[in-house]
C-alpha cells in the first residue's frame, strides 16, 4: 500500500512539473516522429557543458509552430527522410547563461570546433550571441534532416552551431549535394510557413508567431 501511493506521489508531482503554459506543446505529442539531439542539454555544444534551463532531452514549442513542424515531417517522410532538432524553446535562464559566457573571454574550450576563425570577444558585435534570443518566444527551430534508413544527417557542408560565413545560407563554395540539402530545408520549411535566418542554416522562425514579443523563461523538462 505505501509503494502505491508513493508511485501516485511520484506521478502527481511529474504532472505538475510539466505544466506548460497556453498555447505550448511538447513536439512528441504533435509530431512524435521527429527526431531530437537537444544539444544545449548535453557537453556538445559550444560552449562544453550542460546550459542552464535545459533539463531534459525535450522538444518544446509553441503549439502552432509544432503544428507547422508535423506538415514538414509529413512531406520529408514520403522522402524517407526525417526532420532532427537541435534546440526549440529556449528559456532566458540559457540565454543569460550564453551571455556570461561570452564575457569570460579566456574561456575557450570549444573553439577550434565552433568558432575557430572567430575572436571570442567579437561574439556580441557579430551577433552570435544576444542577450534575448527568438528561441525564448517559442517558434524558432534549430534543424536539419536525416536519412531514415542510415540514421545520417544530411551534409549541409557546416555544422550545427558553427559561427562562420559558411553557415550562411547565401554561402554557395559548396558542393553540389551540400547546396541541393540546404536548398531543400529552406524549401520544405518555407512552404510550411518558417522564415530563415540568414546567417544559419538550420535556423527558422514561424511566421506570425503566437508570442512575437513574449520572451519564457520555464525550463525543459
Not at 537541435?86 to 528559456?91: E, K, L, S, V
Amino acid at each position: 500500500m505505501k509503494w502505491i501511493l508513493y508511485l501516485i506521489l511520484i506521478t502527481t508531482t511529474t504532472v505538475v512539473a510539466q505544466q506548460l503554459p497556453k498555447g505550448f506543446s511538447y513536439v512528441k505529442d504533435v509530431a512524435p516522429t521527429i527526431q531530437k539531439e537537444l544539444r544545449y542539454c548535453s557537453h556538445n555544444n559550444f560552449i562544453g557543458i550542460p546550459i542552464d534551463g535545459y533539463e531534459e532531452n525535450v522538444l518544446i514549442t509553441s503549439t502552432k509552430a509544432a503544428k507547422a513542424l508535423k506538415k514538414v515531417q509529413d512531406e520529408l517522410l514520403l522522402l524517407g527522410l526525417s526532420l532532427k532538432v537541435y534546440d526549440a524553446y529556449r528559456p532566458q535562464t540559457a540565454v543569460n547563461h550564453f551571455v556570461r559566457w561570452a564575457r569570460v573571454l579566456n574561456d575557450t574550450v570549444m573553439k577550434q570546433q565552433y568558432y575557430p576563425k572567430i575572436n571570442k570577444r567579437h561574439l556580441f558585435k557579430l551577433g552570435y550571441i544576444a542577450s534575448k534570443s527568438g528561441h525564448s518566444r517559442g517558434s524558432s527551430i534549430d534543424l536539419t534532416i536525416v536519412d531514415t534508413q542510415t540514421g545520417k544527417e544530411l551534409d549541409m557542408g557546416s555544422p550545427y552551431d558553427f559561427f562562420g560565413g559558411i553557415s550562411h545560407i547565401t554561402y554557395t563554395k559548396l558542393t553540389k549535394q551540400q547546396l541541393k540539402n540546404r536548398q531543400l530545408l529552406q524549401k520544405v520549411m518555407k512552404k510550411n510557413g518558417f522564415r530563415p535566418y540568414p546567417n544559419e542554416w538550420w535556423h527558422f522562425t514561424l511566421r506570425n508567431e503566437p508570442f512575437p514579443k513574449t520572451y519564457f523563461d520555464f525550463p525543459i523538462k
